[in-house]
């Protein structure tokens, strides 16, 4: 009797985890950049803002550098120093477009068949600064191409991250000396 509800349950939970493999989710107010020129984002970023969780915890000198795989995918190696374990880390996964490749809507992966959504919000015209959210409003990340944001670009980015419902507040300012 019970055996007939276990192929539902698996079936269901598999296609559960599929969907949300997907990543596509972006947070309810917000809204990804069109006429987004994937070359021009592609380099490296310094992570200047973030709402900390696990994988980023007590790391400073924080960068992410996006270059273009072969089958054109975009190669992801996020580094950053670990002051507690005194080392660096780094992570390398990639990331797809969700949708067209000029909408800043990405699913990224570090974890094998798991995505997460990666989604610019915000990015200047020359490609100097961008305002990233993640797939909920637990993960938003404010970079930069120098490890510095002039004022008025952070309070425009603050202003919106704010009215989408960040919590600003909770904001890690991430260091940067010199030898990054």
């Known amino acids: 009797m019970k055996n007939r509800y276990i192929a539902p349950i698996l079936l269901g939970a598999g296609i559960a985890a599929v969907l949300y493999s997907c990543g ?51 190669k992801v190696d996020n580094k950053g120093y670990d002051v507690k374990k005194d080392k660096w880390e780094e992570s390398i996964g990639k990331a797809k477009f969700v949708k067209k490749d000029n909408i800043g809507m990405l699913k990224v992966s570090f974890f094998g068949p798991f995505y997460a959504g990666y989604n610019i919000i915000a990015v200047d015209k020359d490609y100097k600064y961008a305002l990233v959210a993640g797939e909920s409003l637990k993960y938003m990340w404010i970079l930069s191409r120098e490890t510095t944001i002039p004022e008025s670009i952070k309070a425009d ?24």
Do not use: C
């Open 24 to 74: 596509t989710t972006i947070p309810k107010k917000a809204v990804a950049v069109t006429n987004f020129d994937k070359a021009k984002y592609l380099g490296k970023w310094y992570e200047i803002a973030r709402l900390d969780y696990k994988w980023e915890k007590d790391l400073i000198n924080v960068t992410a550098n996006y270059s273009l795989n072969d089958n054109g995918t975009i």
């Open 157 to 180: 980015f603050l202003i919106q991250a704010q009215e989408i419902g960040y919590k600003i507040s909770d904001l890690i300012w991430v260091k940067h000396d010199k030898t990054n």
